[in-house]
C-alpha cells in the first residue's frame, strides 16, 4: 500500500470501531468518549503496526515517543477528534486524524468523517465547492469561540458558525460549508496535522494566524493557532487578525 492508502486504511478501522461502539448505545457522554478514543487508537495502531512497522507513532491517546524527533518518518494521530461531539450522539462534528509526516513536512494524511461515512485524503485531494455567493462564513468553535474569530467576522461582515471538532472544522472549508475556520488559544499537533494537509492538498491557505508556516513534529506538542480558509479570502483575514490582536510585551 501506498503511505495514503495506509493512512486511509488506519482512518477507516478507527471509524468503523467508533460508529460501531456509538450505535451499539450502551455508553454515552464522557463514558462513550472515553471507549471510543481507546477504540480508535487500538484500531489505528493495528494497521500502522502492519503496514509502517519501522515508523514512529506520535498520537493524543500515547505516551509521546521522544524518538519522532530524530525520526525520518512519523504518524501523527488524533483516533478521536471531537471527543464530546462523539460523546453526545447523534453530534456528527467529529472526525478521525491520521497523517504522515516525512522530510519535514506533511506528506500523506486521511481525515474520516465518520458520522458522515465520508473520508477526504490528501490524494485524490477534495475539489473545493465553488462559493456560493452571500456573506462568508467563518467556522469557530463551538465551546471556546476566539475573541479574534469575532473581530475577523466583524472586518468581512461574515456570519460566524459553531462546530465541534478542529478537524470537522476544516473539512466544512474543504465540503463549502463555510468559507474559513479561525481558531486561537489552544491546540495540539494532532489536531490540525491530517486537516492542514488534506487543506493544503486541495489549495486550501493553511497557516497560523500570523501567516507563519504550520510546523509540525516539533519538540512542543502544541499548536495553538491556525488560520484554513479560501485563498482569496487570505490577505483580508490575516489582516484583521493582525489589527485585532493585542499588542506584543
Known sequence: MTDVEVAAAAARAAATALVRLREEGRLSGRALGDAGD???????????????????????????????????????????????????????????????????????????LP??????????APAV????????????????????????????DAAVVPMGSAGYKVTAVLRGEVDA???????YQWDSAAPVAVARAAGLTAVRLDGSPLAYNGPDPELPDLLVCRPELTDRLLAAVREGSPPGP
Open 115 to 124: 458520522a458522515l461515512g465520508e473520508v477526504l485524503l490528501t490524494d485524490p
Open 129 to 156: 465547492p465553488v462559493p456560493g455567493g452571500g456573506r462568508p462564513r467563518i467556522a469557530v468553535s463551538r465551546t471556546r469561540p476566539p475573541a479574534v474569530a469575532a473581530t475577523a467576522a466583524a472586518a468581512l
Open 38 to 112: 481507546a477504540a480508535a487508537q487500538a484500531a489505528i495502531s493495528g494497521v500502522l503496526a502492519a503496514s509502517r512497522p519501522r515508523d514512529v507513532v506520535f498520537s493524543e491517546e500515547a505516551a509521546d515517543d521522544r524518538r519522532r524527533l530524530d525520526a525520518d518518518r512519523v504518524w501523527i494521530v488524533d483516533p478521536l477528534d471531537g471527543t464530546r461531539e462523539y460523546g453526545e450522539a447523534p453530534r456528527p462534528d467529529w472526525a478521525v486524524h491520521v497523517a504522515l509526516w516525512a522530510g519535514g513536512e506533511l506528506v500523506s494524511a486521511a481525515v474520516a
Open 181 to 187: 475556520y479561525v481558531h486561537a488559544g489552544g491546540m
